[in-house]
């Protein structure tokens, strides 16, 4: 079949890079779809199972850290458009190791940026480059006000650092070499498929095992959630209308304290899991805080809204509930994920919170 465009989409065995695969590869049969993974501990083809068989689907297990592979691939395969969001993406590991950041954030967006640049040389405007950010690069605010596209990047955990530059790189790439670029910055996610290394999955899981549930801090900081589908909706509505060279927010204007959000949780889960009320809140215990704890994320995301007409589709609330359903139903992914390595994250992770 001769394909409209043949998408390179990084990341896809990821949490929201494979609901990006998925919703692209179900709504645009004419679009082959190549996801390009090199299966970290976070990265599961299970996230994939459903579309695994479309036809329009493949997938190349790849580290964009090889740069001579890359190159390769873009020249064989001539790919027509680009969706970036391969990363190591935990603030906790990359307190740990930031170095495996600077590689695969860093260096691994300027791998896939010079392959792009060879390969779409003479012809820019044919193609598109979307990475996809987060509002971390922003740093953090205080009790008021919220990110614009305008507010000054200020990272500062390794993992917002390396996303910063892994922006201004692609911002580079665009005024100097002229590759039509796209960035969007979004706030935290939740829904199915996370690795539960991230708040919620995490405390969903130990909630169902009964396992101490480790509040940073006083569990004061603020993040701001949306629904991982309403990102995957706002890419697509993005890569097909952004102008080249802009810059989007994404989020849903929906800020929780940690501490409001997991009581919320626990209550949920205390009545999905036929438990008496507040048996799951004792499972709370405040440990260390994070190192460099950015205090609240808040995205202002008007741009997204009143220019392309995107809006979050869910209430959190509703989707919360449908994200909780979602990991007691499929206990077999997550029983898989958390088997082997995990063990020994989670104990090197917490043992002297
Ligand atoms: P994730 O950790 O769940 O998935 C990352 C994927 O990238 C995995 O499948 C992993 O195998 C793959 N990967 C890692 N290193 C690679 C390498 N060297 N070569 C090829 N593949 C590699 O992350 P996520 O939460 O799905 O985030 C996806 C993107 O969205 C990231 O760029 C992240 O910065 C951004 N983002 C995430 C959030 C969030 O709340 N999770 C919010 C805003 C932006
Ligand atoms: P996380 O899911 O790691 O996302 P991010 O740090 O990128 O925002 O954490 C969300 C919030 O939850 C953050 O303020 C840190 C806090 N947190 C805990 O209190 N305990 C935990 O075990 C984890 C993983 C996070």
Same mark, same amino acid.
């Given at each position: 079949m001769n394909y409209k465009k043949k998408i390179l989409v990084t990341g896809g065995a990821g949490f929201i890079g494979s609901h990006v695969v998925r919703l692209f590869v179900n709504k645009y049969p004419d679009y082959q779809?190549?996801?390009?993974?090199?299966?970290?501990?976070?990265?599961?083809?299970?996230?994939?199972?459903?579309?695994?068989?479309?036809?329009?689907?493949?997938?190349?297990k790849m580290d964009i850290v090889d740069a001579e592979s890359i190159t390769n691939l873009?020249?064989?395969?001539?790919?027509?458009?680009?969706?970036?969001?391969?990363?190591?993406?935990?603030?906790?590991?990359s307190i740990t190791n930031p170095t495996e950041f600077v590689m695969t954030n860093v260096i691994g967006t300027v791998n896939l940026l010079n392959a792009a640049k060879l390969i779409w040389k003479g012809e820019?405007?044919?193609?598109?480059?979307?990475?996809v950010s987060t509002?971390?690069?922003?740093?953090?605010?205080?009790?008021t006000g919220l990110f614009t596209e305008q507010t000054a990047y200020d990272p500062h955990s390794p993992y917002?650092?390396?996303k910063a530059s892994s922006d201004h790189f692609v911002r580079a790439y665009g005024d100097t070499y002229g590759l039509q670029t796209v960035i969007s910055?979004?706030?935290?996610?939740?829904?199915?498929?996370?690795?539960? @290394? +991230? =708040?919620?999955?995490?405390?969903?899981?130990?909630i169902q095992n009964k396992k101490a549930l480790p509040v940073y801090g006083k569990g004061e900081n603020i993040r701001d959630w949306l629904w991982v589908e309403d990102h995957a909706r706002a890419i697509d509505v993005l890569f097909h209308k952004a102008m080249s060279g802009s810059t989007y927010n994404i989020g849903g204007h929906n800020e929780w304290t940690n501490i409001a959000l997991i009581k919320l949780l626990c209550k949920i889960m205390d009545k999905k899991l036929g438990r008496s009320?507040?048996?799951? @809140? +004792? =499972?709370?215990s405040y440990v260390t805080d994070r190192a460099g704890h950015d205090l609240r994320y808040a995205i202002d995301s008007t741009k997204l809204q009143n220019e392309l007409g995107w809006t979050p589709s869910l209430?959190?609330?509703?989707?919360?509930?449908?994200?909780v359903d979602w990991y007691l139903e499929n206990k077999e992914w997550l029983e898989n994920v958390t088997s082997g390595d995990y063990q020994k994250y989670y104990e090197k992770q917490y043992e002297k919170r």
């Open positions: 779809i190549v996801n390009l993974d090199v299966l970290t501990y976070a990265g599961n083809l299970a996230n994939l199972k459903d579309i695994e068989v479309a036809p329009n689907y493949r997938f190349v873009f020249q064989f395969e001539k790919f027509t458009d680009v969706i970036h969001l391969a990363a190591e993406s935990h603030v906790d590991r820019m405007e044919k193609h598109r480059f979307y990475h509002d971390e690069v922003y740093g953090s605010l205080g009790e917002s650092a390396s910055n979004c706030s935290n996610n939740y829904g199915s498929y996370q690795f539960p @290394e +991230k =708040l919620l999955p995490l405390f969903i899981n130990n009320e507040g048996e799951s @809140e +004792k =499972l709370i209430q959190f609330e509703e989707g919360l509930e449908k994200t």
